[in-house]
Nanobody, 114 residues
Framework: QVQLVESGGGLVQPGGSLRLSCAASGIIVSRYAIRWYRQVSGKQRELVATIFSDGSTNYANSVKGRFTISRDNAKNTVYLQMNSLKPEDTAVYYC????????WGQGTQVTVSS
């Protein structure tokens, strides 16, 4: 089955860290650009970070310097390391490739709260 599955979310206090995983099956992640997005209920999905097939990355201004996207080719998995988390980072986080799968995964909930 061709899919990307997100995991690693949870409840964390402001200033804390989480690492999200995007595990791929049916595709080789290193051959695609992979993106992390986030969405708050009732709002549009927001692009957070991208890792391209050549390993280059870019980030939304809101997370630059705090989040790091990376890839483990042996595990066929893309990660999002999130540090210095803020309450405004609370959202459901999704990953997808470029071009995107039509069907999105279930995402993983990140809640930043004291």
């Amino acid at each position: 089955q061709v899919q990307l599955v997100e995991s690693g979310g949870g409840l964390v206090q402001p200033g804390g860290s989480l690492r999200l995983s995007c595990a791929a099956s049916g595709i080789i992640v290193s051959r695609y650009a992979i993106r992390w997005y986030r969405q708050v209920s009732g709002k549009q999905r927001e692009l957070v970070a991208t890792i391209f097939s050549d390993g280059s990355t870019n980030y939304a201004n809101s997370v630059k310097g705090r989040f790091t996207i990376s890839r483990d080719n042996a595990k066929n998995t893309v990660y999002l390391q999130m540090n210095s988390l803020k309450p405004e980072d609370t959202a459901v986080y999704y990953c997808n490739k470029l071009p995107p799968f039509t069907a999105w995964g279930q995402g993983t909930q990140v809640t930043v709260s004291s």
